[in-house]
């Protein structure tokens, strides 16, 4: 894989694979000196992925500048090169149409952060050879990460899909009056959040009756009353915005101290739900 990183970040990768070590959630069978020692820094695209086999493009969300970065790529690289996007949003019809090696290019999205929530949604180009995905497929699980493989480009992809109609319900709650803030986080993190870290919305509701089947029966027609009543995308107003912003704050000041100080509590927490997901897993 190839790989482009300045001297300041393999620093903090060398203080996180040490963390890591330490707790014993370090991936692979180098160890934390022996995996910096792969990372390099160098300043033309041509010499970073010379001998790569799998490209991981990881600028930031924008399409001029990842069109740009594949482009050049699509130049530099032969047959057998997966070229791959992290993209959270994308459509890979955006990002690789006109390329000469489209067969070889999709996307590989990563969810944040990756090390301690390890899907990946694969979302190909409508050119897009199997091979291309299955080979990265393949890949992902070698390096302890969980591909999901979605048939065809959709907006959003699917984790997004999800995350965002999550949002939407929990901005309306909060919008109308139904609930506070803080207690609407709560529903998930005390509730749907704790269940889904194990099992999905489909596997839930296969096991929350006899079956599928059985489930569909008693519920579906509960389920198509409530989301009648769901009404328009929410306009995200600046008054709930404002109330939102103002619970948060109450909870997690919004400086950077802070907030940097939370974000290490919840790596903490997903690292230790990972470690116990993968010894609850079945092998």
Request: proline share 6%; glycine share 6%.
């Given at each position: 894989?190839?790989?482009?990183?300045?001297?300041?970040?393999?620093?903090?990768?060398?203080?996180?694979?040490?963390?890591?070590?330490?707790?014993?959630s370090l991936?692979?069978?180098?160890?934390?000196?022996?995996?910096?020692?792969?990372?390099?820094?160098?300043?033309?695209?041509?010499?970073?992925?010379?001998?790569?086999?799998?490209?991981?493009?990881?600028?930031?969300?924008?399409?001029?500048?990842?069109?740009?970065?594949?482009?050049?790529?699509?130049?530099?690289?032969?047959?057998?090169?997966?070229?791959?996007?992290?993209?959270?949003?994308?459509?890979?019809?955006?990002?690789?149409?006109?390329?000469?090696?489209?067969?070889?290019?999709?996307?590989?999205?990563?969810?944040?952060?990756?090390?301690?929530?390890?899907?990946?949604?694969?979302?190909?180009?409508?050119?897009?050879?199997?091979?291309?995905?299955?080979?990265?497929?393949?890949?992902?699980?070698?390096?302890?990460?969980?591909?999901?493989?979605?048939?065809?480009?959709?907006?959003?992809?699917?984790?997004?899909?999800?995350?965002?109609?999550?949002?939407?319900?929990?901005?309306?709650?909060?919008?109308?009056?139904?609930?506070?803030?803080?207690?609407?986080?709560?529903?998930?993190?005390e509730g749907?959040?704790?269940?889904?870290?194990?099992?999905?919305?489909?596997?839930?509701?296969?096991?929350?009756?006899?079956?599928?089947?059985?489930?569909c029966d008693?519920?579906?027609?509960?389920?198509?009353?409530?989301?009648?009543?769901?009404?328009?995308?929410?306009?995200?107003?600046?008054?709930?915005?404002?109330?939102?912003?103002?619970?948060?704050?109450?909870?997690?000041?919004?400086?950077?101290?802070?907030?940097?100080?939370?974000?290490?509590?919840?790596?903490?927490?997903?690292?230790?739900?990972?470690?116990?997901?993968?010894?609850?897993?079945?092998?």
């Amino acid at each position: 894989m190839a790989s482009v990183a300045p001297g300041g970040v393999v620093i903090v990768g060398r203080r996180e694979l040490k963390s890591l070590e330490e707790a014993g959630s370090l991936r692979g069978s180098l160890s934390v000196e022996e995996q910096v020692s792969l990372i390099s820094g160098c300043s033309s695209l041509q010499e970073a992925v010379e001998g790569a086999m799998h490209i991981q493009e990881c600028v930031p969300e924008n399409l001029e500048l990842k069109k740009e970065i594949f482009a050049q790529l699509d130049r530099i690289v032969d047959d057998s090169v997966v070229l791959s996007s992290s993209s959270s949003c994308l459509l890979p019809s955006k990002l690789f149409t006109g390329l000469a090696h489209v067969k070889q290019c999709l996307v590989a999205h990563p969810v944040n952060p990756p090390y301690y929530i390890p899907l990946v949604e694969l979302v190909p180009h409508p050119e897009t050879a199997p091979a291309t995905v299955e080979r990265t497929h393949a890949l992902m699980r070698k390096i302890g990460q969980c591909p999901v493989r979605l048939q065809k480009e959709v907006d959003g992809f699917a984790l997004n899909r999800l995350q965002y109609a999550v949002i939407s319900e929990a901005w309306r709650l909060v919008e109308e009056g139904v609930m506070s803030p803080a207690d609407l986080d709560l529903v998930m993190s005390e509730g749907l959040g704790t269940r889904y870290a194990f099992i999905g919305p489909l596997e839930t509701m296969h096991l929350n009756a006899e079956g599928m089947l059985n489930y569909c029966d008693r519920y579906v027609e509960g389920i198509k009353r409530v989301l009648k009543t769901f009404g328009p995308i929410p306009e995200f107003s600046r008054d709930t915005v404002e109330k939102a912003n103002q619970a948060m704050c109450m909870k997690v000041p919004d400086d950077p101290e802070h907030l940097a100080a939370r974000r290490q509590w919840r790596d903490e927490c997903l690292m230790r739900l990972s470690k116990l997901k993968r010894q609850m897993q079945p092998q």
